[in-house]
């Protein structure tokens, strides 16, 4: 027996309309995440601009407010330089002013270490009136074994 199209559109919950956003939040959030992490490997202090005065990050139980003193505090982490490897990239719509949220794993390796560091970090992206975003909210883990 073939089903059609329709049918099965309404088997697994999704129409060709949710599908659509679905993919648009996964691209959205790829770019985001390549473009962050490209920052944060190579120029730190330019991570600022992601931010706005209302952002908040959640640095390892550290609760900072504000792109001004988010930037100061990535830019005086105590290292220079790091590689973030990324295992995983999740993506659901944010109830919150059409944004975006973002849940990201990986490892990161610092310079003249040995061994990496596995984290995880969570963003809550918010469309900008220019049609990019910016970062409502960050929340960054090391998750030790």
Do not use: W
């Not at 059609?4 to 959205?28: P, W």
């Not at 390892?60 to 295992?87: D, M, N, T, W, Y």
């Not at 270490?113 to 963003?123: A, D, K, N």
């Amino acid at each position: 027996m073939h089903r059609s199209s329709q049918a099965m559109d309404d088997a697994d919950g999704k129409d060709d309309q949710q599908r659509a956003v679905e993919e648009q939040l996964e691209r959205v959030a790829k770019a985001f995440v390549d473009h962050y992490y490209n920052l944060f490997d190579t120029n730190r202090a330019a991570l600022s601009c992601l931010y706005d005065s209302s952002s908040m990050l959640s640095f390892e139980g550290q609760r900072i407010v504000g792109a001004e003193a988010i930037g100061r505090k990535l830019a005086q982490l105590p290292f220079e330089q790091c590689k973030h490897s990324i295992s995983t990239v999740d993506s659901q719509p944010s109830p919150v002013f059409g944004g975006v949220l973002v849940f990201v794993s990986g490892n990161l390796q610092l310079a003249g270490e040995e061994h990496q560091l596995r984290f995880s970090q969570m963003f809550q992206l918010i469309p900008t009136p220019q049609g990019s975003f910016f970062v409502k909210n960050d929340i960054f883990r090391l998750n030790y074994c």
